[in-house]
């Protein structure tokens, strides 16, 4: 059995969302993921076979990397957004990167390395973050 998923360029956000909602809370019980697996191999050696999937897929991945960097350029537009921009870089890296510095990074994504954080994503522990009264909130074992 394989599953398809058709979309709009402009609704990339709302099936990133899907996905992360499919993966992170499933509808399925592990053990039906896992006989699932033997199949899912299955149909990505028979889709990539088609030499025009990986052309599709590199159309993806750039088209999708084209966005990021559109979508950083238009934050850093106003004052506000820099200043945002700067706060959490020092945050999360202790420094600073002037915009033409993230834009060579971001550039320099390949599609390996998109890959690998896939991985790492989907084999990783899942948290949560949550603001506000945390009091009422459960921890991510009782979902």
Same mark, same amino acid.
């Given at each position: 059995?394989?599953?398809?998923?058709?979309?709009?360029?402009?609704?990339?956000?709302? /099936?990133?969302?899907? /996905?992360?909602?499919?993966?992170?809370?499933?509808?399925?019980?592990?053990?039906?993921?896992?006989?699932? +697996?033997? +199949?899912?191999? &299955?149909?990505?050696?028979?889709?990539?076979?088609?030499?025009?999937?990986?052309? &599709?897929?590199?159309?993806? *991945?750039?088209?999708?990397?084209?966005?990021? &960097?559109?979508?950083?350029?238009?934050?850093?537009?106003?004052?506000?957004?820099?200043?945002?921009? *700067?706060?959490?870089?020092?945050?999360?890296?202790?420094?600073?990167?002037?915009?033409?510095?993230?834009? +060579?990074?971001?550039?320099?994504?390949?599609?390996?390395?998109?890959?690998?954080?896939?991985?790492?994503?989907?084999?990783? +522990?899942?948290?949560?973050?949550?603001?506000?009264?945390?009091?009422?909130?459960?921890?991510?074992?009782?979902?």
């Amino acid at each position: 059995m394989a599953n398809t998923v058709e979309y709009l360029q402009d609704d990339v956000d709302v /099936l990133m969302e899907f /996905l992360l909602n499919v993966t992170t809370a499933p509808e399925f019980p592990h053990w039906e993921a896992a006989a699932l +697996q033997s +199949q899912l191999r &299955i149909d990505r050696t028979v889709a990539f076979r088609n030499p025009q999937a990986h052309v &599709i897929e590199n159309l993806y *991945v750039q088209a999708a990397k084209n966005k990021l &960097i559109a979508e950083y350029l238009m934050s850093v537009e106003s004052s506000g957004g820099f200043l945002d921009e *700067v706060r959490c870089q020092a945050l999360a890296a202790g420094s600073y990167m002037p915009p033409g510095t993230v834009l +060579q990074q971001a550039d320099s994504v390949a599609d390996p390395d998109v890959i690998n954080a896939a991985k790492k994503f989907v084999s990783g +522990q899942k948290s949560k973050a949550a603001s506000g009264h945390l009091g009422q909130t459960p921890f991510v074992d009782q979902f």
